[in-house]
């Protein structure tokens, strides 16, 4: 039982944490500790879009060298 409870606190302190999409509001799929480089669909200045905006918003890339 009292495992259990330490457990449940450690899981709740590993809780991840994604980034949402500052277009639609969806989570991205990226935690927000995954560098920016690492990452597709983040726009610098505005934020990290889901792939379902950063596709519609930009559907040729951001700055075309991808
Ligand atoms: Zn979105």
């Not at 799929?29 to 889901?50: A, F, H, M, N």
């Amino acid at each position: 039982m009292i495992d259990m409870l330490k457990k449940e606190k450690k899981n709740k302190d590993a809780e991840i944490v994604f980034d949402f999409c500052v277009c639609c509001g969806e989570t991205t799929g990226y935690k927000s500790d995954v560098s920016i480089d690492e990452r597709i669909g983040y726009i610098e200045g505005t934020g990290q879009l889901c792939l379902n905006c950063y596709r519609e918003l930009y559907p040729k890339g951001i700055s075309g060298d991808d």
